[in-house]
T-cell receptor, first 110, second 111 residues
Framework: DGGITQSPKYLFRKEGQNVTLSCEQN?????MYWYRQDPGQGLRLIYY???????QKGDIAEGYSVSREKKESFPLTVTSAQKNPTAFYLC?????????FGPGTRLTVL | GQQLNQSPQSMFIQEGEDVSMNCTSS?????WLWYKQDPGEGPVLLIA?????ELTSNGRLTAQFGITRKDSFLNISASIPSDVGIYFC???????????FGKGTRLHILP
């Protein structure tokens, strides 16, 4: 089945630790995105990548980092510099003008 | 920057009622997308619109691309309990641009 997978579904970390969220797609899409969603809120863009080995900051990139070494993979690292990391994180990829989302990872920092 | 104003923020309706929500912008978009998000899940693409004036249906859902290119509407007919969730509109100017999302309309269905 083609799609976007994110793992794990739930992640717990202690304050001060870096954590990496996985995003993989087998849709052969060039562009991939990371969004953050807080309770009752819309989607805020963290980082995006339109091609392998290239990525751009979104609206709320501070405290996050990404890499795009392979077309299929776009992992997001939430660093200890991120002040309020607890949130629901969504990965997406785009084909032509349509964007498709993964199931999300809920990160809770204790 | 570009913004989408989505309304209403939330709706409480009886099962069987029709639902209407919309998105407006001060700038033009060339693509409008409508998504539904269930609790704890990623948004699912419902309908994509590419042409001003276009009216597209997906089952009980119908969406329209406004003539001015600055708005879009989503209607749900004869609502059922599984329609509960958050509906997002999104707009895109060009293929390589960032997609702009509305803040969502939360649909509640009263028993």
């Amino acid at each position: 089945d083609g799609g976007i997978t994110q793992s794990p579904k739930y992640l717990f970390r202690k304050e001060g630790q870096n954590v990496t969220l996985s995003c993989e797609q087998n849709l052969n899409h060039d562009a991939m995105y990371w969004y953050r969603q807080d309770p009752g809120q819309g989607l805020r863009l963290i980082y995006y990548s339109q091609i392998v080995n290239d990525f751009q900051k979104g609206d709320i990139a501070e405290g996050y980092s990404v890499s795009r070494e392979k077309k299929e993979s776009f992992p997001l690292t939430v660093t200890s510099a991120q002040k309020n990391p607890t949130a629901f994180y969504l990965c997406a990829s785009t084909s032509y003008n349509e964007q498709f989302f993964g199931p999300g990872t809920r990160l809770t920092v204790l | 920057g570009q913004q989408l104003n989505q309304s209403p923020q939330s709706m409480f309706i009886q099962e069987g009622e029709d639902v209407s929500m919309n998105c407006t912008s001060s700038s033009i978009f060339n693509t409008w997308l409508w998504y539904k998000q269930d609790p704890g899940e990623g948004p699912v693409l419902l309908i994509a619109l590419y042409k001003a004036g276009e009216l597209t249906s997906n089952g009980r859902l119908t969406a329209q691309f406004g003539i001015t290119r600055k708005d879009s509407f989503l209607n749900i007919s004869a609502s059922i309990p599984s329609d509960v969730g958050i509906y997002f509109c999104a707009g895109l100017v060009n293929r390589d641009d960032k997609i702009i999302f509305g803040k969502g309309t939360r649909l509640h269905i009263l028993p």
